[in-house]
């Protein structure tokens, strides 16, 4: 056992076997290097991560590597899902420095913290060009010792170098007209017409621009914005990025096509494609949408809520196939043979067609990965659920994916929000239920009594990370969805307490935003990320949050510092949309107002239901009945009934069209 076993994050704990002396990330490990007066050796990786694992295998098992490892550096470990500041400050470093990045990321450290050699995965022996770990371990050493002020000199060249890196915020004002339809333009020419999607291999489900395709076809009626967000999903469902028994989507493509996924399957990934296709049912009607939004909801519910209500992070890519090795995709892919096992063989050629299962195989060693590839000709909808929910539990009795149990404050944010609006639109109170207890586990656990959020929890006990700026965004956005869906007004203030700490600890000058508090530890760097990658930015996290929670309250601060936020889109928005699809969503909720909704009249009831249903780009709603309802939503504040009916107010600006009892022009005012 080394330093890792009395740690929290799975991923630590993976590690705590290895011969590999471990030290979690911390100044008593860079204390001990100066001590020693010998390098760091920086590792970060996630649970989930397939060559995080291969490495871990080939290197951090091995008694020799770790032999010379333990006497030549302090090894540090860190999880780059417990500590994004950490994992963002040395990949900004390996990004600039090689050009790209990626996990396991292997950076060498002065005991000052200050980088000087850097890598991702380094193989057992060289290959294609590059060194074997060792090779790499021998040269760093040989380097510290007798180049001692060379390695000082590129050191403090790359510290000066990020130290030196100016935010390009936007200046003053928003993003407007002319913004978004450069944006616009710009996805159009990296728009995949024949696959969907945008750009080539690998191919990431590209959630937060379709959230804002659809936010622009309701504000502007844009066809063609309507008719990418479109595609785009239907390709994703019908391939084998998505789980076509057990629902929900893997990582990302490793083709054009979406045929074979990276097989981990992430909470956020999830939760943010959830919401998008209940957003496109709202917008088409399609029932390809609402299964897709219905299947991954009841996915994360069933596979990675944990036992306090929480939300894990992630399952592995990997897991034991048939012959006892941990390979990656082995829980998901299937045989001719396999097929026939479990179904006999008229099902098994039906089910070879349906799903697009090959002799050759589309995988690995002759399996293919089940998608719904099309072409056959009308397909026997009984006979195909049949042979799925057979397949499904045939596939229950294989050796399942490890799960990563953290939970992660952010990601459990971005769920509660998902699986609120799905519980909602589709009558499934369960759904809402379940985001209750996940965002009682977030203020129980994770603002407990320090009244700051923890990033992490597990097993019930919190982590030692501070929140960092998405997890506060994040978690406000899940808070307000929720009090809009309830009718609760205390998960309106508790968003409001997290984004008033945003406001004091994670603001800069002319709206600037910062990934870590004023009063976090400090590194080398301060991180500073505007872009949305996996999920959404802090930076655009919190835009949306606090331009909500304005409309909900006339808070003209938060306002202000939503709109002071949004600089930076204006920025980014007409250069790389693809990477700043949030915060181009977020742009059309402004240009749209938002819209406040108030509906005087019962929670869940036509009007309120119909409020929910509006595609108006980020509106807010709240509703309630009788005198205490304006102290649970300033927005019901002196909002009579009429002609004692249940009765909907819709504004903009706190500026209100007359109001009505009628759902159908209820409807008509917010795109519905």
Same mark, same amino acid.
């Given at each position: ?105 292997? !950076? ?26 060792? $090779? ?49 333009? +710009? /996805? ?5 017409? $024949? ?31 309507? $008719? ?17 028994? +057990?629902? +929900? ?112 195989? =589309? ?8 998608? /719904? ?5 009308? !397909? ?11 397949? /499904? ?47 009682? /586990? ?8 320090? #009244? ?25 956005? %899940? ?7 309830? %009718? ?27 990934? =870590? ?10 991180? $500073? ?46 250069? !790389?949309?693809?990477? !700043? ?19 005087? +009249? ?26 205490? #309802?304006? #102290? ?41």
């Amino acid at each position: 056992m080394n330093r890792l076993a009395g740690t929290t994050s799975p991923y630590l704990l993976q590690h705590a076997d290895n011969p590999v002396d471990w030290w979690p990330w911390g100044s008593e490990a860079f204390e001990e290097a100066k001590r020693r007066d010998v390098p760091v050796l920086l590792s970060v990786g996630y649970s989930a991560c397939h060559w995080c694992h291969v490495m871990a295998h080939e290197s951090f098992e091995d008694e020799t590597v770790a032999a010379y490892l333990n006497a030549h550096f302090v090894p540090v470990k860190v999880d780059r899902e417990e500590r994004p500041d950490v994992d963002a400050v040395y990949m900004e470093a390996v990004q600039a420095a090689t050009g790209h990045g990626g996990w396991p990321m292997t !950076v060498f450290l002065t005991p000052d913290a200050e980088p000087f050699y850097f890598g991702t995965y380094f193989p057992p022996e060289a290959r294609h060009g590059s060194p074997s770990f060792q $090779q790499v371990l021998e040269g760093v050493t040989a380097a510290w010792t007798d180049r001692r002020d060379e390695v000082a000199e590129v050191a403090g060249r790359i510290v000066a170098d990020l130290a030196g890196r100016s935010l390009v915020h936007g200046g003053d004002g928003v993003p407007g007209e002319s913004e978004i339809a450069q944006a616009l333009l +710009g /996805l159009t020419r990296e728009y995949d017409e $024949q696959y969907g999607g945008f750009g080539g291999a690998p191919k990431f489900p590209p959630a937060m621009v379709v959230e804002f395709l659809l936010r622009h076809y309701a504000r502007t009626g844009a066809e063609g914005a309507l $008719q990418m967000a479109a595609d785009t999903c239907s390709a994703m469902a019908r391939g084998g990025i998505y789980d076509q028994l +057990g629902g +929900g989507f893997a990582r990302y493509s490793v083709d054009r096509e979406w045929v074979v996924p990276h097989f981990e399957k992430m909470l956020y990934d999830n939760a943010l494609l959830c919401r998008v296709y209940a957003h496109l049912w709202r917008t088409t009607g399609s029932d390809e949408a609402r299964r897709i939004a219905l299947e991954t909801a009841d996915f994360m519910v069933r596979e990675l809520r944990t036992a306090e209500g929480g939300f894990a992070s992630a399952l592995d890519a990997d897991s034991e196939d048939a012959d006892g090795r941990h390979v990656e995709g082995a829980f998901y892919v299937w045989t001719p043979e396999q097929l026939r096992e479990v179904l006999g063989e008229d099902d098994a050629a039906f089910a070879a067609a349906c799903f697009g299962v090959t002799e050759d195989g =589309t995988f690995e060693e002759g399996a293919s990965v089940l998608r /719904l590839p099309g072409g056959a000709g009308p !397909v026997d909808a009984a006979r195909l659920a049949d042979v799925r929910a057979r397949l /499904l539990a045939a596939r229950e009795e294989r050796p399942r994916p490890g799960r990563d149990d953290k939970v992660v404050a952010a990601w459990n944010g971005l769920a509660i929000a998902a699986l609120a609006e799905t519980g909602a639109y589709f009558d499934r109170p369960d759904l809402v239920e379940r985001a209750t207890e996940a965002a009682d /586990l977030l203020v129980r656990v994770h603002l407990g009594e320090v #009244a700051r959020l923890t990033r992490t929890s597990k097993d019930g006990r919190a982590g030692d990370n501070a929140g960092v700026l998405e997890d506060y965004g994040d978690v406000a956005e %899940g808070f307000l969805a929720l009090a809009a869906v309830t %009718g609760e007004g205390a998960w309106l203030e508790f968003a409001g307490f997290l984004l008033d700490i945003v406001l004091e600890q994670f603001t800069g000058e002319g709206g600037q935003l910062y990934d =870590t508090a004023h009063d976090a530890e400090q590194l080398i760097r301060r991180p $500073q990320d505007p872009t949305d990658s996996a999920t959404p930015s802090g930076w655009t996290a919190a835009a949306g949050a606090l331009l909500s929670y304005a409309a909900y309250t006339g808070s003209g601060a938060h306002r202000t510092a939503a709109e002071g936020a949004l600089g930076v889109v204006k920025a980014l928005g007409p250069r !790389v949309p693809r990477f !700043v699809g949030w915060g181009l969503a977020v742009a059309e909720a402004l240009l749209d107002g938002p819209r406040e909704v108030a509906v005087a +009249g019962p929670v869940g009831g036509e009007l309120h239901r119909t409020a929910l249903l509006g595609r108006a780009p980020g509106a807010v709603v709240a509703a309630g009945e009788g005198p205490g #309802a304006g #102290a649970e939503f300033p927005l019901l504040v002196d909002r009579p009934l009429v002609g004692g009916e249940p009765t909907a107010y819709v504004c903009r600006h706190f500026v209100c069209d007359a109001p009505t009892t009628d759902a159908g022009e209820l409807a008509g005012k917010l795109g519905g």
